[in-house]
Every structure is written in structure tokens, then in C-alpha cells.
């Protein structure tokens, strides 16, 4: 998350004020769709984000620990929900999305000289390493977050970032 939301903001969203809950909404929906968009279609990404949403008012006054950490676990859990209603996986979804794109390792010289942008790039990435970049870099999370978010621990989430941005940086032609 960008900026957290101020703890008195919080403690007033979980004893259901509705001003508050309002407010927390607001604070959090933006950071949301940014991260849907790294895990699903961008059709879905609002959508989903709002679902996100109901899950936290619902249970918002049971919350714990690290705010963003549990919005983020709620939003990978409405992620796994939506791919297993529609009966497909990230990586079956994204590998139609990208089955156009060229190759850059081809050598074919269009191939070369096409310009891949980043959410095309993020898409060639496994499940895992997009989920780590979104988390990490789209929304900010700490190492130790991301960690609770993803249920790993801090080593394994820095390993694969570690991957996930040497992969990227192969897949943009910067890997040297």
C-alpha cells in the first residue's frame, strides 16, 4: 500500500463506523485494482477488487496485525476463488493473453525491435513472481508482509523477487 491508513482510522472502521469504513474504502480501493491488475484481466480487476472489499467490511472489527498484509492475504484469496470458479489457473489465462507476443530470444528482428511493455513482460512471469512484483513493488509491501501475504517465509520472498526481476530483466532485453 502506497501510505497505510492512520491507526485512529482503522480502530474507528472496527467498531463499524460507517464514516470510517467509508473512509477505509476509499484509502484502499486504488491500491487494490492496481494489484487485481497484476493477477487478473483488466475486465476483472474493479470487480474483483470490490468483492475484496465486502470481505474486509465484513469481518474489518476481527482484524489484527498488519492492516495491509491481511487486505493483501483477503485479495490473493478472492484471486484463487475467481480463477477456480472459472476452472483455469493465472498461467492458463495469461499464457492466452500472451500467446501473440513475440519471442525476443528467436533472434527474428521484429521480435527484437518490438517493444514489450511491462504488464506484458509481468505476464510472462510465473504465478509466484507476479505476486511477489505486485506485492513488493505495485503496492509496497515489506519483505516481512509480502512473507505473510504469500504464508513463506522472508528468504523465500527475497529469492524469488530476486528471480522474478532477473526474469524480467531477461524477458525486456536487459539480462547481461
Not at 464514516?19 to 497484476?38: E, F, G, K, Q
Not at 513482460?121 to 509491501?141: I, K, N, P, Y
Request: hydrophobic content about 40%; overall charge neutral.
Amino acid at each position: 500500500m502506497g501510505e497505510d491508513p492512520p491507526q485512529p482510522l482503522v480502530e474507528e472502521a472496527r467498531k463499524r463506523d460507517p464514516a470510517a469504513l467509508a473512509a477505509l474504502c476509499t484509502r484502499l480501493y486504488p491500491d487494490l485494482v492496481r494489484y487485481m491488475r497484476y493477477r487478473v484481466d483488466r475486465e476483472d480487476a474493479e470487480d474483483l477488487a470490490g468483492e475484496v472489499l465486502v470481505r474486509v467490511l465484513r469481518s474489518i472489527d476481527g482484524q489484527t496485525g498488519s492492516l495491509p498484509a491481511w487486505v493483501f492475504t483477503i485479495a490473493g484469496n478472492v484471486v484463487k476463488d475467481h480463477y477456480r470458479r472459472r476452472g483455469s489457473t493465472r498461467e492458463e489465462a495469461m499464457s492466452e493473453r500472451i500467446e501473440g507476443l513475440p519471442d525476443r530470444g528467436r533472434g527474428e528482428e521484429e521480435s527484437v525491435n518490438r517493444r514489450i511493455d511491462l504488464e506484458e513482460a509481468v505476464a510472462r512471469l510465473t504465478g509466484d513472481q507476479r505476486e511477489v512484483v505486485a506485492l513488493r513493488f505495485a503496492q509496497g509491501l515489506s519483505t516481512a508482509e509480502a512473507a505473510r501475504v504469500m504464508e513463506r517465509s522472508p528468504g523465500a520472498v527475497r529469492v524469488l523477487q530476486f528471480r522474478a526481476l532477473s526474469a524480467l530483466r531477461e524477458i525486456l532485453g536487459g539480462g547481461r
